[in-house]
């Protein structure tokens, strides 16, 4: 089961730059100085790791195949700050554990441009350890690399 992470966030217009709203990860000053339409919520949201991407996807690939599964708040592309170039994972986070479970269960070796995906739960920065995981999900993994 996932665990759900409450997380205060904001939604904005995108003045400028569509007509699409987009989730505001930012604090930015000018929201609650009245420079654009905001509406605070809090949201709970479940962030899943998506791992052996291709490095040909793009944010809109994790969106095209990630967002059939429920309400998607975005993906994030991990890339390298030296080359500028994707860093083989990302992250996709939901509004729901619903949606997320629905997802995992669906796309997790999930073959995307040749390469089977490993989608689990994320977790926090260094709390990540291969001895959660079975004898099998290690196989899987490093015969995936």
């Given at each position: 089961?996932?665990?759900?992470?409450?997380?205060?966030?904001?939604?904005?217009?995108?003045?400028?730059?569509?007509?699409n709203?987009?989730?505001c990860?930012?604090?930015?000053?000018?929201?609650?100085?009245?420079?654009?339409?905001?509406?605070?919520?809090?949201?709970?949201?479940?962030?899943?790791?998506v791992?052996?991407?291709?490095?040909?996807?793009?944010?809109?690939?994790?969106?095209?195949?990630?967002?059939?599964?429920?309400d998607?708040?975005?993906?994030?592309?991990?890339?390298?700050?030296?080359?500028?170039?994707?860093?083989?994972?990302?992250?996709?986070?939901y509004?729901?554990?619903?949606?997320?479970?629905?997802?995992?269960?669906?796309?997790?070796?999930?073959?995307?441009?040749g390469?089977?995906?490993?989608?689990?739960?994320a977790?926090?920065?260094?709390?990540?350890?291969?001895?959660d995981?079975?004898?099998?999900?290690?196989?899987?993994?490093?015969?995936?690399?």
């Amino acid at each position: 089961m996932l665990s759900p992470t409450a997380s205060p966030s904001c939604w904005t217009c995108s003045l400028g730059k569509s007509n699409n709203a987009r989730l505001c990860e930012t604090s930015d000053p000018r929201c609650t100085a009245g420079h654009h339409t905001m509406e605070k919520i809090e949201r709970s949201s479940v962030k899943l790791f998506v791992g052996n991407l291709p490095f040909s996807a793009t944010v809109k690939t994790l969106e095209d195949e990630f967002s059939p599964f429920g309400d998607l708040i975005g993906a994030k592309l991990v890339m390298d700050k030296a080359t500028g170039r994707p860093r083989g994972f990302a992250f996709v986070t939901y509004t729901n554990e619903a949606d997320a479970e629905t997802a995992m269960s669906t796309m997790n070796q999930h073959v995307l441009d040749g390469r089977p995906l490993t989608v689990r739960p994320a977790v926090a920065r260094g709390t990540g350890s291969l001895k959660d995981f079975d004898d099998e999900e290690l196989d899987s993994m490093m015969s995936a690399a």
